[in-house]
T-cell receptor, first 113, second 109 residues
Framework: NAGVTQTPKFQVLKTGQSMTLQCAQD?????MSWYRQDPGMGLRLIHY???????DQGEVPNGYNVSRSTTEDFPLRLLSAAPSQTSVYFC????????????FGSGTQLSVL | RKEVEQDPGPFNVPEGATVAFNCTYS??????FFWYRQDCRKEPKLLMS???SGNEDGRFTAQLNRASQYISLLIRDSKLSDSATYLC??????????FGTGTKLQVIP
């Protein structure tokens, strides 16, 4: 009963490096999303997907790419890391529908030096 | 104006006290509402959904006031283990989910 699995838990990058944060869910959820959380800012939506092959931008999409080739996986790619991307990242999924709750992964603490 | 606004606190209350948090939202078309709890930058976890008729789960009571566009969370008989940040979450149009910045609660022995 894994739920939402997010890797890695911690990552340190140098400015300009690229990396992919992995997110997988085993609940057959249509909706998946990525958030970043910064002190005093709350959780801000980066990108989301409402099904395989469908993605859209959230509130803060610049510097990030996503794809959704399967229902289970929703990776987040940082193309050229910047210090402003230092944050805690959470992946979340839910069933479709307005009353459906979000299930979160355990988060990734990313530092960009 | 932020879409979802919360008082960041901290609310410092003694054990056994009753404490209430409010959250206001700007989009009158918002469709569903939740309270999440977050401990020390861990992942948020659902505390309870919020219904128009109000709902209760043990020591926790949630209310929704659509006319005034706010939701509330009441915690009775506070426990040390209730210390956390409480996030107000509003779901608007198709899968648009907006989080408040959270209200920090510290329950003091």
């Amino acid at each position: 009963n894994a739920g939402v699995t997010q890797t890695p838990k911690f990552q340190v990058l140098k400015t300009g490096q690229s990396m992919t944060l992995q997110c997988a869910q085993d609940m057959n959820h249509e909706y998946m999303s990525w958030y970043r959380q910064d002190p005093g800012m709350g959780l801000r939506l980066i990108h989301y997907s409402v099904g395989a092959g469908i993605t859209d931008q959230g509130e803060v999409p610049n510097g990030y790419n996503v794809s959704r080739s399967t229902t289970e996986d929703f990776p987040l790619r940082l193309l050229s890391a910047a210090p402003s991307q230092t944050s805690v990242y959470f992946c979340a999924s839910s069933d479709s529908g307005t009353g459906k709750k979000l299930f979160f992964g355990s988060g990734t603490q990313l530092s960009v030096l | 104006r932020k879409e979802v606004e919360q008082d960041p606190g901290p609310f410092n209350v003694p054990e056994g006290a009753t404490v209430a948090f409010n959250c206001t939202y700007s989009n009158s078309a918002s469709q569903s509402f939740f309270w999440y709890r977050q401990d020390c930058r861990k992942e948020p976890k659902l505390l309870m959904s919020v219904y128009s008729s109000g709902n209760e789960d043990g020591r926790f009571t949630a209310q929704l006031n659509r006319a005034s566009q706010y939701i509330s969370l009441l915690i009775r008989d506070s426990k040390l283990s209730d210390s956390a940040t409480y996030l107000c979450v509003v779901k608007g149009g198709y899968q648009k989910v907006t989080f408040g910045t959270g209200t920090k609660l510290q329950v003091i022995p």
